[in-house]
C-alpha cells in the first residue's frame, strides 16, 4: 500500500508523523510542546526507535499470524545479476545518485530522507506497469533506494569538511576524529592539509569495494536463515530491535516507544494507511517547524504578499506544494 494508491490516507499519515515530530522543546524559544508534563519528552521523539517499530516490530505482527509462510528456496541461484540487465537501470542510478548525494548535502536531513525522496521519485517516473511491481520486489525500486541511500554517505562529507557541520551521526564521527588528530575543518581545510579531501573519498571508494565483497560472499549463508521456522525467527529478531532502540540513546524510553510504534504500525497497516509518509513527516518535521518559525521573526513587521514577490524562489516552492497537494488529492483522486 503506498500513498500514491490512497492519496487521502497518505497525506492523513503524513500529518500523523509531523504532530509526533513536534513534541519536545521548541528549538527557537525552548517552549515545551505536546509534552504533558512528561520530562523525557522535552528532547523529542526519536525517530530511530520509531523506524524500528514502524518497519520492525511492525512486519513481525504481519508476519507471524500467517498460517501459510512463504515459499524460500533451499539453494540460491546467481547473485550478481547479468551487466545487460545492470545496465537498464543506468538512468535510475544516476538519478538516484544525484538526489542522495544533494540530500546528503543537507545537515540533519541523513540517508533515510534519501532514500524516501528517490523512492518516491522513481516510483512517480515508472510507468503504470512497471508501478504496480513497487513494493512487491521490484528491482527499480531497489536502486533507487540503495543508491540514494549510498550517494548520500559521499554527499554528507561536503558540509563536515567544508562548514564542520555534520550531516549525521556518522559524520560526526569522523569530525571527532579529525578534531583528535588536530586537523580544522572549513574552508581552508585542503590548504592547510593537503590531500586529505582525496584520500577521506578514495577510501570511501575502497570501503564501498569491500562491503561488495563481504556482501556476495556472506548472502547465500543469509538466505539460509530465512528457511528457519517462523516461530523461532520472529523470537530472535525482537531482541534485536529492542537492542537496536536502548543503543540509540542508552534510555528505556525509547525501547517502549518502539514497541508502541510497532503496535500502531500493524494498526495502521491493516487499515491500509502508508507508513513512509509518516516516517517522511517525521525526520523532516523538525527541520520545517524551526526554519517556519525563523522566518516568521524576520519577516513579521512585512506583509505576507510583499514576502512572496520578494522571495521567488520560496513562491515557486509554495506554487510546487500547492500543485503536488491538487495532483495527489483531487486529481489523482478522481482517476
Not at 116 to 125: E, H, I, K, P, V
Request: some cysteine.
Amino acid at each position: 500500500m503506498s500513498a500514491g494508491d490512497m492519496p487521502f490516507k497518505g497525506w492523513i499519515s503524513g500529518w500523523v508523523g509531523l504532530l509526533i515530530s513536534f513534541v519536545g522543546l521548541d528549538a527557537i524559544h525552548g517552549i515545551p510542546h505536546f509534552i504533558f508534563g512528561v520530562c523525557v519528552l522535552e528532547d523529542g521523539i526519536s525517530y530511530i526507535p520509531l523506524l524500528i517499530g514502524l518497519f520492525g516490530l511492525t512486519e513481525i505482527l504481519k508476519v507471524l499470524p500467517q498460517k501459510s509462510p512463504p515459499g524460500i528456496p533451499s539453494e540460491v541461484g546467481r547473485i550478481i545479476p547479468p551487466m545487460k540487465m545492470m545496465l537498464g537501470y543506468t538512468k535510475a542510478s544516476l538519478r538516484s545518485g544525484i538526489i542522495g548525494t544533494i540530500i546528503g548535502a543537507i545537515p540533519g536531513a541523513g540517508a533515510n530522507v534519501a532514500s524516501f525522496l528517490s523512492y518516491d521519485n522513481g516510483r512517480r517516473r515508472a510507468s503504470d506497469e512497471e508501478r504496480q511491481k513497487w513494493g512487491k520486489g521490484s528491482y527499480e525500486a531497489i536502486v533507487c533506494a540503495e543508491v540514494a541511500n549510498n550517494a548520500n554517505i559521499g554527499g554528507s562529507m561536503l558540509p563536515t569538511l567544508t562548514l564542520g557541520i555534520p550531516g549525521n551521526a556518522a559524520a560526526a564521527a569522523i569530525l571527532a576524529a579529525l578534531e583528535m588528530k588536530n586537523v580544522v575543518v572549513g574552508p581552508t581545510i585542503q590548504t592547510e592539509n593537503p590531500g586529505i579531501i582525496f584520500f577521506i573519498y578514495i577510501g570511501l571508494i575502497i570501503a564501498n569495494f569491500l562491503m561488495h565483497g563481504m556482501a556476495t560472499a556472506l548472502i547465500k549463508p543469509c538466505v539460509k536463515l530465512f528457511s528457519l521456522p517462523r516461530t523461532l525467527l520472529m523470537p530472535l529478531i525482537i531482541p534485536i530491535c529492542v537492542m537496536g532502540a536502548f543503543a540509540v540513546a542508552l534510555n528505556y524510553f525509547d525501547v517502549y516507544l518502539m514497541f508502541f510504534a510497532g503496535i500502531v504500525g500493524y494498526v495502521l497497516h491493516r487499515f491500509g494507511f502508508p507508513l513512509a509518509p509518516m516516517v517522511l513527516a517525521v525526520i523532516l518535521g523538525p527541520l520545517a517547524d524551526e526554519n517556519m518559525r525563523r522566518a516568521l521573526l524576520i519577516f513579521e513587521d512585512k506583509e505576507w504578499w510583499l514576502i512572496l514577490i520578494d522571495r521567488p524562489i520560496g513562491t515557486i516552492l509554495l506554487l510546487i506544494v500547492i500543485y503536488t497537494f491538487y495532483d495527489g488529492i483531487f486529481k489523482r483522486g478522481k482517476s
